[in-house]
């Protein structure tokens, strides 16, 4: 006994074949090569482009090599990995919490990076700075761990996460700026970076960070089945035999050590973990399996471009990272909100 | 695949909905668990489906308790669909259905074929075969529920739990959706559904659950469940029971008003019922 | 449940206590110790040619080898620059708020003291780079990774001030000139000392916003300056808080019940602001400060007590000794 369907306008999602994957995948990462070509290319020096290829192979005046090699590629390595974190975490919060608005700054894992470094560097004047990343991953898992703990109630509820990250955020922010404000000149100067920024990272803190962004990143991959299956929902999920507490568990952990890794070489940077997502989104669709590498991808080109246009914009002075981020991110966040409402 | 609860207590958060519940599930059955609102039924089918843990008792699964086995091995025995179905508007029907085959995906294995098989056979089953590619944001009511349910079909699994699963759909998608659930039976599958519906649960279920405040009143086959005591006991309103007109062996059960309209005549002559006492 | 409204009691508690430990005073000065050590030996050395390879140890306490005389040298704040232009040298590099020497002006901005950019340094290829130890002790790793030596000096202190002339001059091959600018310089204090009255005036110098001042204690520059006068410093004893080394806050009851006879402000605000002096003088809860009541109230220069401490210090000592001192000042002004 079969009732025949109302007949209804066929409107099957088209699929464009090759036509569509040039365009999630071959314009953000052709986006992404020229944003790293630029990034080296430019900066305050000016310098002709032959010069910067002999300044990449050492074969020319050992300054070009020095600005180009030791100035400028660590730290458009950095502003890439720094971009993949942040997006990547803000992927995985959003899936977690069901929240569009997640993001590892709203919910506290950035803030616990930074009041970890920051008290770090209040104790111990000469803190080193390879223990820096781990010290802000540390503080991330704190925040993170507090955020979990707030919400846990026989289990933990999307809602109740985001909330308790938000009470979480401040109450670190809050903390930090106590840190900052009692302690001395140095500190202060040293805690420059909190701000958001990628100023003086060099070769010493890519060689400290990329093991964490990049096992985070790594991990995030594992995860994207089981966060495809999370967001049909609690009971959905249980039905089809995830374990839901614990991928959800696991993916905060890897947003914090994103997070983490990220907070510590270039401070709070706010929005990237926000807005990248939601472009992804609007590329790829929800399947987590093309949303999280392109959240990658999208973050650091964002965060590339981003640290270029500080740096250059008012050079020799740099503007804070986190003000230029937010500058691009916002009127592009308002106008995917429109778009969708 | 046995499935049954001893001595079940179960809730959520501290609180007990059902308690001391034993129950044995009939294999190749349609199974309806009837009851009023707050009579646990949603708790049971629940605890049954290894959505909620067990405060106190057991479910078991072919003798095994079914919490302590892997979540994975579970899911491809039983599925479960509860409400609301949310969260996912811009997938398409076929990408729900694949969905399902995650309990038997491994990272390493995967055996494309089968799951092909799987959603082909699921999405027939519901008959959504000339909208697979629809996205879910633009389906109605019923056809978002037949999607789902074939979601839990691509489990493949041996039992099928259902809460509610004909609510807010009209007639004839109820009509529809029961009759693709009794014919799973003949494919060996078990099927358990939480239904509000008397005259369905009547046509539809070979063996009824019949809950009242937490606890299982009476529990069987439908004709030996569903008598007038039993309804006025569990829902509290009278009815006379009528032999179904085209049906062999079922009954309907039609209400019988407690407030006489301007006197008739003589009584509703019904040899079932008595007067009862309010 | 019980547990974890403990642990969660407990975690917040810890990261409130954490934060909070922060009221006692960090050790201050660390950069300026070394310096006051070595202040004595300061001026008595003969000026005799640098020879090279040279070997020194900087205002930070790190031993560098210079190869050879510096050709171009890139000194990174003003008052590095102003070193090297005192002993006769010239820099590649400035810092941006570098308005003095003129010669200086021309030099390649680089950017502000806290953040300069290491690009344009390079590309002036200097052979010595020349950092602030109070305001660039964190860019250490960063001009290391120029490949260039680096040497630190700053000023902190008056002393400072007179060893930096003498590091940064012996670097730069110009002892002699270095020597002059010593000499000179504490010929100045010695005659401004004799000059002072008998009684010590009560001074209080702050810097910031009229809503949120800064108090210098004499481990500051201009509370150096002030001591060696004779001042008495009504700040001294007080914990550093603040963006400044050397800086306190007081509150406004300290402030009355010390009643400093001389007060000196810098304002760092936008020119045509509402200046601290203006601000206090009008201030009805100030009235009965001596120093207010005395009109001994005045702006002094940011550049050249704050920004700039430096080899400019004789002309800082001859305008303190005026404030301080306006009878019985020095007759060679």
Redesign the interface.
Known sequence: ???A?AP?Q????PSFGTARLLLVWGLPLALLALAIVLGIAL???NLAPARVIDGLLNRGE??DH??VW???LPRVLLAVLVGASLGVSGALLQGVT?NPLADPHVLGLTAGGG?AAS?AL?LY?DFP?ELMAPVAFAGSL?GA??VY??S???GVSPVRLALSGVAVAS??T???T??LV?????????L?WLAGGL??R?W?DLRVMWPYAVAGLGAAMLLT?GM??L???D??A??????VERTRLFAVAVAALLAGAAVSVAGMVAFVGLLIPHVARGLN???HRGLVPLSAILGATLVVYADLFA?MVQ????IPLGIVTAVIGAPFLLYLVRSKA | MRLEARKLTAGYGGDFCITDADVVIEERRVTGIIGPNGAGKSTLLRALARVIKPQRGVVLLDGEVLHQLPGRLVAKKLAFLGQPLEGVPDLTIEELAYRGRFPHQTMLRRDAAADREAVDWAIGAMNLESMRGRPLKQLSHGEMRRAWTALALAQQPDILLLDEPTAFLDMAHQFELLDLLSKLTDHGVTVVVSMHDLWLTAIYCQRVIAMSGGRIVAAGPTDEVLTVELIREVFGVEVALQPHPSVAGRHIALPVSRRREAAPAEPVPNPATRPSPH | MKMRTWLIAALVTAVFVAAACGGDSEKSSTATAPAKATAAATGTAAAKATTYPLTVTDMLGRSVTIAKQPAAVAALSPTTVEYVYAVGGTSKTRSASVKVPAEATSAKDIGPSYQPNFELIAAEKPDLIIADSVLQPQLKQNLEGLNVPVVYAGAQTFADVLKGLELVGNVLNQPANATKQISSLQAKLADLKTKAAATKPKVLAVNGAPEDFYAAKPESYVGDLIQLLGGDNVAKGQPDVGRFPGYTKLSLETILTSSPDVVLAITAGPPGGKTITAALSENPAWANVPAVKNKRVTEISLELYLQAPGPRAGEALDQLAKLLYPIGASPSQ
């Open positions: 006994m079969t009732l369907a209804r066929q409107q099957a999602r900066g305050p020096v050992p300054l020095t600005i030791d100035l400028r069901r009041f008290l209040r004047s700075h704190l761990a507090l703990l707030l846990w109630r026989g109450l670190l809050a903390c930090t106590m840190v009692t302690s001395n000149f140095t500190t202060q100067a040293a420059a100023f003086g060099g010493v089945r495809n299956i967001a049909l929902g009971e959905a249980q039905s089809l035999g995830l374990g669709g929800d399947d740096r050079r020799p002075v740099e």
